[in-house]
């Protein structure tokens, strides 16, 4: 399936929002709402969400719109993955989630670890940079960069958060049923290629 116009829809969005923090202009203000709020016609007769949910998605930010930072961490143990499982699909993913505000990359995974684990960890190495939109993941509304981040345990325990009901390590010839929104199965596999070669490069798109 094409979703070509998930696309144009954001970039409507995107276009709407710049216009919205900077413009001064009466005339371009309006403008730029029409636009937006053409943004939100397109999301809810593709999607059937009800305008309202779209129009609370698309107005609860401002300013120049950037992608989304999200940041997974890759734990591994005897060769396998530590993965915890979504309450909100129960399928299984990476420790990890958005970019906290006041926290840098490898303080935020080792906070997510934590949270969604139990496990402490430690920051290691930056394993990949991808963008959502190159790797097979479900359309989603806005952009998002996602950081894979190679982490060591240090201590604590398995103990599922408040997003998590399972946590269990995983090895590479048994892979669970994945949360795709989260993390793909070539993403999975590139971690254990990671695992074998250690030093190589930094995975950038």
Partial sequence: MSYQWLEWEKRIQSLSQAGLAFSKDVYDIERY????????????????????????LFTNETGYQTPKVDVRGAVFKDDKLLMVREKVDDRWSLPGGFCDIGL????????????????????????????????????????????????????????????????????ETNLPKLSTKRNTETQIRMLFEYKRNPDMATIVD
Avoid: Q, W
């Fill in 104 to 171: 840098s990359p490898a303080e935020n995974i080792v906070k997510e670890i934590k949270e969604e684990s139990g496990y402490d960890a430690a920051y290691k190495k930056l394993i990949a940079l991808l963008d959502t939109n190159k790797h097979g993941h479900p359309p989603l509304p806005y952009d998002y960069y996602k950081l894979f981040v190679h982490c060591e345990i240090v201590g604590g325990e398995a103990s599922s958060g408040m997003e998590t009901n399972g946590v269990e390590f995983f090895a």
């Fill in 33 to 56: 709402e029409e636009l937006r709020a053409i943004s939100v016609e397109i999301m809810e007769g593709y999607t059937g969400l009800e305008m309202e949910k779209v129009e609370e």
